[in-house]
């Protein structure tokens, strides 16, 4: 079936603009989570949504950082006023039994 | 605070070699350890590890953990240019949501 996607793979942005990145998770996969990882470094946890409940926001580096579920599938990041100390891959994962699947992740470049 | 750490940061071997990469970790109620691999930008689901000294073995990939020692190792055998990635290591905590991750080590496999 369908693997987790993101959109768009790659997205290079002036730094102070806001940027959106969009990850569509498995079907059915009830657990989503978003993952940043920068250039060398292993996987940084950012935020992580179960269902209906409240969301864990507890790896969000800065409150320019959100994240959203609609409708329990679709997820979209948003980072406001971008900052080059924001330029990473950015990789989104579903499960359904803790095993994660990511995505192919965003590239995001701060000039 | 949970932490993985893994080891060598880079290999560089010879196709047809055996490697032996390592991750040790510190975590508050220990659930499980995974291994993925990450060739481009998605990592791909390799092994979860829960109990010590039963090995996960796929084909010329094999893993074991030791919940004493705080440690895994992932071992390839008769390596092939095809396992040039990075490898990463995680943990599970109980009642965790998020995987913790190292930084992961680059395996380079030279024809």
């Known amino acids: 079936g369908a693997g987790v996607s993101q959109s768009p793979s790659n997205k290079v942005t002036e730094k102070g603009k806001d940027v959106e990145l969009r990850c569509d998770p498995i079907s059915g996969h009830t657990a989503l989570y978003w993952y940043r990882q920068s250039l060398g470094q292993g996987l940084e946890f950012l935020i992580y949504f179960q269902g209906n409940s409240a969301p864990d926001k507890s790896g969000l580096p800065s409150d320019r950082f959100s994240a959203e579920r609609t409708g329990g599938s679709v997820s979209t990041l948003t980072i406001q006023r971008t900052q080059q100390e924001d330029s990473a891959v950015y990789l989104c994962?579903?499960?359904?039994?803790?095993?994660?699947?990511f995505g192919p992740g965003t590239r995001l470049t701060v000039t | 605070e949970d932490k993985v750490v893994q080891s060598p940061l880079s290999l560089v071997v010879h196709e047809g070699d055996t490697v032996t990469l390592n991750c040790s970790y510190e975590?508050?109620?220990?659930?499980?350890l995974l291994w993925y691999k990450q060739e481009k930008k998605a990592p791909t689901f390799l092994f979860m590890l829960?109990?010590?000294?039963i090995e996960k073995k796929s084909g010329r990939l094999s893993s074991i953990l030791d919940k004493k020692e705080l440690f895994s190792i992932l071992n390839i055998t008769a390596t092939q240019t095809g396992d040039s990635a990075i490898y990463l290591c995680a943990v599970e905590a109980q009642g965790a949501q998020k995987l913790v991750f190292g930084q992961g080590t680059r395996l380079t496999i030279n024809p």
């Open positions: 975590v508050t109620n220990f659930r499980s």
């Open positions: 994962a579903s499960s359904l039994d803790r095993v994660l699947g």
């Open positions: 829960t109990s010590s000294g």
